[in-house]
Nanobody
Framework: VQLQASGGGLVQAGGSLRLSCQAS?????MGWFRRAPGKEREFVAA????????YYADSVKGRATISRDHPENTVYLQMNSLRPEDTAVYYC?????????????????????WGQGTQVTVSS
């Protein structure tokens, strides 16, 4: 499986973006992470294979929505009320197909395949 992330760009604070992650094959539990300049990569959101369970970092909770479209093998991350601190490269990743807890899905170790990232820049 290969992942292609898109949808990043330059947006003013308070604006919105929808990131997409297109997979070349069947996917599993999926996650979004981000790396801001000079910082470690951090968890943003995750969604289980069925879409029943969704998990968010506290920093984006209430502003982000992760969703998936199974026929299109695509996972989305809708980000609203963007802040300058949301500026980062956003990566999508594929996890396992089995049951993975919310705590596990918040960790990079749960994911085996990563996309190339898409840059999000939020201006103040």
């Amino acid at each position: 499986v290969q992942l292609q992330a898109s949808g990043g760009g330059l947006v003013q604070a308070g604006g919105s973006l929808r990131l997409s992650c297109q997979a070349s094959g069947r996917t599993a539990n999926m996650g979004w992470f981000r790396r801001a300049p000079g910082k470690e990569r951090e968890f943003v959101a995750a969604i289980t294979l069925t879409g029943r369970n969704r998990y968010y970092a506290d920093s984006v909770k209430g502003r982000a929505t992760i969703s998936r479209d199974h026929p299109e093998n695509t996972v989305y991350l809708q980000m609203n009320s963007l802040r300058p601190e949301d500026t980062a490269v956003y990566y999508c990743a594929v996890g396992g197909t089995g049951v993975q807890s919310g705590n596990l899905l918040r960790a990079e170790a749960a994911y085996g395949i990563w996309g190339q990232g898409t840059q999000v820049t939020v201006s103040s």
